[in-house]
């Protein structure tokens, strides 16, 4: 989920901050133009790691500040493809499940790539679950704030770089404002299992290799006034998990 990530950049230290020490004050210059920020085809930058590398300062005439080329090593995240995560649900929309890190926001699980069958319920703006069992269908929801265990498929990086108006947006009414666009966006499923292998059950409240087909078999009529109360999904697989 994290990678070091080694990256030169040329520091600006200015003229009240040379009672300091070089290392802290470039530090501290790195942090405030790096963290929280997105490098594009790189990922979200969190802190820095390490300095490897300092070249000499040179102050250019008509400006007091020294200049420092440094090399560094920086705390990425950067999810690889496949890998298998845990977030919070942030929100649900006709697009798919929004899904939060707490640090990261931008994961969306698309429609298709939802636990099977689910649907959209309208009315509370979440997605369901529904849930095959021998005596028939119980809904599950996948209410905000609940954990999600959730596969890394793919990610998209957007330049979001100021750029002048062209010919065409100058002559078109001011009023509208272009879309904001994430400049990192990871693209998520909730399918974590292998071609040919059973189904394992969405929710971070359920141990990985505990499948559907194993569930399929127990009690699951003492599940029912759990799910009269629209227990949240994970809590609800959790019990079952805890009664089997």
């Known amino acids: 989920m994290f990678v070091l990530v080694e990256m030169v950049d040329t520091v600006r230290i200015p003229p009240w901050q040379f009672e300091r020490k070089l290392n802290d004050s470039i530090a501290e210059e790195l942090n405030k133009k790096l963290a929280n920020k997105v490098v594009y085809n790189v990922g979200l930058c969190i802190c820095l790691f390490d300095i490897t590398k300092l070249e000499d300062a040179y102050v ?3 400006d007091g500040a020294s200049h420092t080329k440094v090399h560094f090593r920086y705390v990425v995240f950067h999810p690889f493809l496949d890998e298998i995560l845990i977030g919070k649900i ?3 929309s006709p697009e798919g499940v929004h899904v939060s890190l707490g ?4 994961i ?4 298709e790539s939802l636990q099977q069958p689910a649907k959209f319920d309208e009315a509370e703006q ?3 679950w529904e849930y095959e069992t021998e005596e028939g269908a119980h809904d599950l929801y996948m209410d905000i704030g609940e954990e999600v265990r959730f596969r890394v498929v793919d990610e998209s990086f957007v330049d979001t770089s100021p750029t002048g108006p062209s010919s065409a947006e100058a ?3 001011s009023e509208e404002l272009p879309k904001k666009e994430a400049p990192y966006t990871l693209m998520a499923s909730k399918r974590l299992e292998q071609e040919g292998s059973p189904p394992p059950l ?3 409240g359920v141990a990985p290799g505990c499948s559907q087909s194993l569930l399929a078999g127990c ?10 109360e629209r227990a949240p999904f994970a809590s609800c697989l959790s019990w079952l998990q805890a009664e089997w």
């Open 171 to 173: 002559a078109s009414s």
């Open 126 to 128: 979440v997605w369901v």
């Open 90 to 92: 942030k929100g649900c």
């Open 108 to 111: 969306l699980i698309p429609p």
């Open 60 to 62: 250019f005439p008509g």
């Open 103 to 106: 640090f990261f926001d931008d």
């Open 219 to 228: 009690a699951l009529p003492s599940l029912e006034p759990h799910l009269e």
């Open 202 to 204: 969405w929710g971070a």
